[in-house]
Structure formats: C-alpha cells, structure tokens
C-alpha cells in the first residue's frame, strides 16, 4: 500500500537552529498537509499546499516556517530558527482529493535543546 | 470555525468486549467528512474509518463502526470484540479543513 514517508524520524537540534523536516507524499496526490502534535496534546493544523502554493494555514504557521515543494516529489518544512516550543511530534499527509483520504507519514519527532 | 470535542480523555475495556468512544463536533457547513484515526504508541496517525456527511448510512469497517448523528452532530466510535492491539490514543475528525478532537485514550485489558 502507498505511503506517506518522512525523514528524519527523530531530529534534536539546538535552540535557535534552522531544521528541514522532510515528507515524501504518495505519488499521485494532489494535496499535502502538515500537522504537529506537541506531547500529550491534540494533533494541530499548520498549512496546506496545493498547486505549487499555500492554500491554508494556521495562526500557528507564522513566519519562522515556510514550505517548499522543491522537486515534484519532496514536501518539506522548515523552521527558520527554532524554539523550546517548537518541540513537537511533526506529521506530514497527502491526499488525493482535496478533504476525502488523508494518509499520514509516520511522523518527524522534533526535540529543540 | 469548526470544532471536534471528545469527553472521554480515557477509556479502557475488557478483551472481546465492545465499547463506544464518544464525539461532537460544530459546523455550519451542509458537506463536510468525518474521521476516527488511531494513534498507537508508535505515534503513526492510522485512518480507522471515515463518513461522508451526505451519506445517511453508518460506516463500517470490519470491527469498527460509526454511529453519525447529524442532527445532533454526534459521530460515535464503536469497536468490537476488543483486541489488545486496539490499545491507543483515538482521535476524532471533521473536515475540511481536517480539525482533530484531544484525544481518548483506550485501553483494552486482557
């Protein structure tokens, strides 16, 4: 079955640092997303991407983070210069169309030293 | 904007036993989606089963199943005969854009 692969799985990084977390939607779709989970909290919206640009995100996605679709395969975010509270549990999905079936990734745990 | 709420932060049930995991949600909108996902303590997000909204019949599958309310707004989980391997964090969610409940955590008891 297709899947949603991200790298790394686990990335520690110093405060203050840039990080690229990287996602490998499944082929044919259209639609990728990336989510965040901090430690026993609910999982969070963060942006939306669509046709080679953002077509939603959060109050959360500020300005510290863009993302990038270099490539026609990769889907990556990156966070400009990282906080204690950007520690987080990051998952990137894809969909096929546009809010029917999402498939996640198994997720980029993040931890900001 | 759209909220899921899930009233249950724990829940926990014997094996082979059936048990029923709680979710509303708000909306003004007519179409939208509605998902259960599974996250074990691998922390993979698992997409347990789905329900369109225009769609009256209950979603099924295999052990699991909805109980979608629209009326009230009420998209119930329910899992039966148990499994230990059903142990984990449950999420309920609405979209679009797709907004995930806090969580039940379930644990199933041998």
């Known amino acids: 079955e297709p899947e949603v692969t991200q790298t790394p799985s686990h990335q520690v990084t110093q405060m203050g640092q840039e990080v690229i977390l990287r996602c490998v939607p499944i082929?044919?779709?259209?639609?990728f997303y990336w989510y965040r989970q901090i430690l026993g909290q609910k999982v969070e919206f963060l942006v939306s991407f669509y046709n080679n640009e953002i077509s939603e995100k959060s109050e959360i996605f500020d300005d510290q983070f863009s993302v990038e679709r270099p490539d026609g395969s990769n889907f990556t975010l990156k966070i400009r210069s990282t906080k204690l509270e950007d520690s987080a549990m990051y998952f990137c999905?894809?969909?096929?169309?546009?809010?029917?079936?999402?498939?996640f990734g198994s997720g980029t745990r993040l931890t900001v030293v | 904007a759209q909220t899921v709420t899930q009233s249950q932060p724990e829940m926990s049930v014997q094996e082979a036993e059936t048990v029923t995991l709680s979710c509303t949600y708000d909306t003004s909108e007519n179409n939208y989606y509605l998902f259960w996902y599974k996250q074990p303590p691998s922390r993979q997000m698992i997409l347990v089963i789905r329900q369109e909204a225009y769609k009256q019949q209950n979603a099924t599958e295999n052990r699991f199943s909805v109980n979608f309310q629209k009326a009230a707004k009420s998209f119930s989980l329910k899992i039966s005969d148990s499994q230990l391997g059903d142990t984990a964090m449950y999420f309920c969610?609405?979209?679009?854009?797709?907004?995930f409940g806090k969580g039940t955590r379930l644990s199933v008891i041998a």
């Open positions: 969610a609405f979209a679009p854009p797709l907004v």
């Open positions: 082929s044919n779709h259209l639609y």
């Open positions: 999905a894809s969909s096929e169309e546009g809010y029917y079936g999402y498939t």
